[in-house]
């Protein structure tokens, strides 16, 4: 099976909103968020093949990982970067039977500024030398 890296996506004040998400869910819902860290190691493990009911394609090359806990559907936005890499954008919790207009269209935007520059908005976790 085809692995993909997992890049998280910057925007450009420095903010990452999938991290700033996951840190909240790990707060709220610590089985919420061992599924949806569960579901980024699957992506990370089957990268374009992983399919429903893990991921599905929503539109415009965005995708949308699928974790739950209990009542609670969660979903982390991402589309592919060349052959296996793959760029997580957002994630929501979703309350409807479809993910929001509005939530695949900032995923679509963050693609196109990923997409016009890679260095700005990839996530480079700090490395403490010391």
């Known amino acids: ?3 993909a890296q997992i ?3 910057q925007d450009d004040t420095g903010k990452v909103p999938v991290l700033e998400w996951l840190k909240t869910l790990l707060k ?3 089985k919420g968020y061992a599924n949806c860290v569960a579901k980024i190691r699957q992506l990370a493990n089957t990268g374009y093949e992983l399919r429903r009911p893990a991921a599905d ?3 415009d090359g965005i995708y949308e990982l699928r974790a739950k806990h ?3 559907q969660y979903r982390i936005l991402y589309f592919f ?3 296996n890499v793959a760029i997580l954008t957002h994630a ?3 309350d409807s039977d479809k993910v929001p207009i509005i939530d695949i269209d900032r995923a679509i935007k963050r693609k196109s500024q990923f997409e ?3 260095n700005i908005h990839t996530y480079q976790e700090e490395v403490d030398d010391g």
């Open 70 to 72: 209990i009542n609670v």
């Open 28 to 30: 709220q819902d610590k």
């Open 7 to 9: 890049i998280f996506y």
């Open 1 to 3: 099976m085809p692995e």
């Open 57 to 59: 394609y929503l539109r």
């Open 116 to 118: 016009e520059n890679p």
């Open 92 to 94: 929501i919790i979703k």
């Open 81 to 83: 970067y060349g052959q």
